[in-house]
């Protein structure tokens, strides 16, 4: 959940609560008086939930990521499904270690449907190359496919939701919110009949984007 939706939330059942405390102070009594006691009961309860997620998300988007070790895991995640499509994966850098300030379950999510993604349009005995280029403030993470590539006409749609054309760019949309949400950005190069090129460009300090 966005902490932007997570402060509106917690804004408008404050004011939920204070419209119960100013009917409880009026002097209702008898079964309105349990009914407000119950709703500012619960709307406690709420606000202890919502402060406890902020407190999460906000603790997460700090949180130090290792670049190139998620990298690997993720990778290696992915072979047993590309080795019995009989596609080979591949990672390589011009870093052995860099650590972002990120989110490192989103990094996940984009990174795993960039690669899963290359991998299901790839040829058998097709490969996918994975790599991670240090860029001074920033950071690239290429992947590249061997697959049947996308029509130009395509190009500039495939980040729109609904705009799959028969399962081409399955999950780009998602894949490019996450990118935002990390700060960062999502690109694709392509041409027919000679594979596709996405690159995830991310800051290397910062926080995420809501």
Known sequence: ??????HDL????????????????????????????ALLEGAAQMGQLLDGALKRREARETGPVEL???????CRRCRDYAAARGVDVTLSGNVDALTLASDGDVLSRVILN???????????????????????????????????????????????????????GYGLPAAMEGARRLGGSLSAC?????????????????????
């Open 190 to 210: 392509s041409r027919p009949g000679e594979g596709s090129t996405f690159t995830l460009r991310l800051p290397v300090r910062g926080r995420m984007v809501s």
């Open 68 to 74: 190139m070790g998620c990298l690997r895991a993720l």
């Open 114 to 168: 960039l690669v899963m993604n290359a991998i299901r349009f790839s040829p058998p005995r097709g490969s996918v190359a994975v790599r991670c280029t240090a860029l001074g403030d920033f950071a690239e993470i290429a992947v590249t496919d061997v697959g049947p590539g996308i029509a130009p006409e395509r190009l500039p749609y495939i980040f729109l939701r609904g705009e799959t054309d028969g399962g081409q």
């Open 10 to 37: 917690r804004l408008s059942l404050q004011l939920i609560q204070a419209s119960a405390q100013m009917l409880q102070l009026s002097g209702n009594g008898g079964e309105a008086r349990g009914y407000l006691d």
């Open 1 to 6: 959940m966005d902490v932007e939706l997570l």
